[in-house]
């Protein structure tokens, strides 16, 4: 494993990590309620053409990705798997035995589509902070997925965090809307939160992801002190038309792509 987790001050604003999330390749299997299309080989096809993480939620009700999936995945990942996950018990038992390198903990609710928003880490502090020495009892790097907000931020610090995941879905929602003023607010509150999180603790690693396509990604991208974006719904859009691997190549192109702002 070649990755560093020390922010690197000449490569955050250039070359954030890419993380690709494969949840959508298994939606496409469990659709049918066959064996095909495999959530492996996606994954290894993304790291083979450039990704530098897997990201995979094991939601409660199993929509999409399997325990099978992420014990097969556990062992032959060339990079570092990413388990999404909500708090549970259940989901507690199941990471201290696959060990991944990062479990990002989400909140999650049966009827959404996806996820909807972060995690209301400030409203349970204890629970989280017992739940993350848990998880890194096993060598487990902990994220949680939060909104840029400042009270989140610090909430995660105090519960011992490894990193934060920015939540981008209001941005990219503004961007779909053609809400260019909102859009432009809602990147300002996202550099604002990575302002903070830095000034907090500048250990912290800052992560951010969710709605980010090619058209938006290069202005989040380009903020300073982002270490890694997890995308996944738009890159496996864009490999219906392009493959796999085109998409992980032209995903990495638009995030290191100078927009104006």
Known sequence: MTTSLSPAADDTVKKPLLGVNIDHVATLRQARGVNYPSPLAAALLCEQSGADGITIHLREDRRHIQDSDVYEMAGQLATRMNLEMAATDEMLAIACEVQPFWVCLVPEKRE????????????????????????QAFDIKVSLFIDPNEQQIKAAIACGADAIELHTGAYAEAGLAGDRAKETAELDRIKHAVTTAQGLNNHLLINAGHGLTRDNVSAIAQIAGIYELNIGHALIADAVFVGLEQAVVMMKQAMHKETQR
């Open 112 to 135: 959404e589509l996806t996820t909807e928003g972060g995690l209301d880490v400030a409203g349970q502090i204890s629970w989280l902070k017992e739940y993350t020495r848990k998880l």
